[in-house]
């Protein structure tokens, strides 16, 4: 990434919203601007990749990966939800192919056939359930599930996304985007209780 100068721009850049920011550094792909972005949110997207690797410098390389992917795909970002959860959406699919190259894990095209089609026999799981398990024993029970279950998870608690945003980044149906997370607190409970 080459520093188009306009240094300037920096400076009255710092006050500008998410969404003007992005459409500054399009236009000028200033990367001075860039770190603007990078500055706001480096370390939540840091903390998400930590939340699927172990490893604090893997969680690391990852950010740096992702900082960069996303600087060169800016322009995909089309303003159908806040650029926060956009990036939000983009992390949690970066970590995930990662962890399929790392595991060698071929796609489910089984899952995405069931998110489809509605199941009327998984009882739905209360929130409640999930905020009444005991933190340190949740943290375990979230490493092992699956990633994908984990990361609707941490997209509906940790980030607090609305369904409709959910759906949006995965681009399902808000009727799947709720099966998928009833799937995701039905298999973690079942984990948790067996620890």
């Known amino acids: 990434m080459a520093d188009n100068g306009n240094s300037g721009k920096h400076d009255s850049a710092i006050s500008l919203s998410d ?20 500055d706001r949110y480096s370390q939540k997207v840091y903390s998400r990749c930590l939340k699927f690797v172990s ?3 893997e969680a690391q390389d990852l950010t740096h990966d992702l900082f960069i ?9 089309q303003n159908k939800s806040s650029f926060s959860t956009w990036l939000y959406a983009v992390t949690y699919n970066h970590c995930l192919d990662y962890l399929n190259k790392k595991n060698k894990l071929p796609l489910e095209n089984e899952e995405r056939l069931l998110d489809s089609t509605p199941d009327s026999s998984i009882e739905e799981i209360e929130d ?10 949740l943290k375990i029970a979230m490493e092992r599930v699956d990633s994908k279950d984990r990361m609707i998870l941490l997209m509906k608690y940790l980030d607090d996304s609305s369904i409709k945003d959910i759906a949006t980044v ?16 039905r298999r973690i409970l079942d984990v948790y209780n067996d620890l």
Not at 19 to 38: A, D, F, H, P, Q
Not at 69 to 77: I, M, P, R, T, W
Not at 128 to 137: H, M, P, Q, T, V
């Open 55 to 57: 490893q604090v410098e």
């Open 19 to 38: 969404e003007e920011l992005v459409k500054l550094i399009i236009e000028s792909r200033n990367t001075k601007i860039y770190g603007i972005l990078y």
């Open 128 to 137: 409640s359930e999930i905020f009444a398990l005991k933190a340190e024993k």
């Open 170 to 185: 995965l681009q399902l149906s808000e009727s799947a985007v709720k099966m998928r997370i009833n799937r995701a607190k």
């Open 69 to 77: 992917k996303v600087f060169y795909n800016l322009s995909k970002f």
